[in-house]
């Protein structure tokens, strides 16, 4: 299973980008990345998910390079609500979800 | 379109009795997730199952825990003789296919006396 290596927290303002970088540098061919984000007492939800260059969707982007040994998920003008933690996991999906291993996660505090 | 619904949401045993929590999955969704989460820590996989079917229970205890999930029914996170170490919040999820997005319950916390 690929491990990945996230930021333990950062801390932002209201209306700022968020960027979060997460390193997988054995990430295998098959594996996917996604992202999660969790708030407190709160089952995590699915943010986005992608396998190379970029994707983006109505709340976020992520941006894989070439070589895959990293990601970013990229967060527009983040709010208050934002705050939570984000999980960075990569799994080769075709196995099944659960190949999916969430680390500590990046605890992301967004102040007024 | 209800989501994953667990229940009970928080519970309370003293050491050697037993837990059971229960997940109604997504409508449409036949895969089913077990998870379970200590405080400031990730979410660690237990068990993943099918109607009716254990996928992988790689992430499961070889002793005092089990899962079902039957044709009928929730699936159901079984702890026998449970211990203080048993107590965190445990996390259902689900999915319409077997790499597909996974949605999470709002979770069941076990406090063990």
């Known amino acids: 299973l690929a491990k990945t290596t996230q930021p333990i927290s950062m801390d932002s303002y209201e209306g700022q980008e968020v960027n979060i970088t997460c390193s997988h540098n054995n990430i295998a061919t098959n594996d996917y990345i996604t992202w999660y984000q969790q708030f407190p007492s709160q089952g995590p939800r699915f943010i986005i998910q992608g396998y190379k260059t970029k994707v983006t969707n109505e709340v976020a982007s992520l941006f894989i390079p070439a070589d895959r040994k990293s990601s970013t998920l990229s967060l527009p003008r983040v709010s208050l609500s934002d705050t939570a933690v984000y999980y960075c996991?990569?799994?080769?999906?075709?196995?099944?979800?659960?190949?999916?291993?969430f680390g500590q996660g990046t605890r992301l505090t967004i102040n007024p | 379109n209800a989501g994953v619904m667990q229940n009970p949401r928080h519970l309370v045993r003293r050491r050697g009795q037993e837990a059971r929590l229960r997940c109604s999955p997504m409508?449409?969704?036949?895969?089913v997730y077990w998870y379970r989460q200590l405080p400031e820590e990730g979410l660690k996989f237990m068990v993943y199952?099918?109607?009716?079917?254990?996928?992988?229970e790689s992430g499961m205890p070889k002793e005092r825990f089990s899962a079902e999930f039957p044709k009928e029914g929730p699936s159901i996170l079984r702890i026998q003789q449970v211990v203080r170490g048993d107590s965190a919040a445990y996390f259902c999820?689900?999915?319409?296919?077997?790499?597909?997005?996974?949605?999470f319950g709002e979770g069941s916390r076990l406090t063990v006396l």
């Open positions: 999820a689900s999915s319409p296919d077997k790499g597909g997005e996974l949605f």
């Open positions: 409508k449409g969704h036949s895969h």
């Open positions: 199952l099918q109607k009716e079917n254990i996928i992988d």
């Open positions: 996991l990569v799994g080769d999906l075709i196995q099944g979800a659960q190949k999916l291993v």
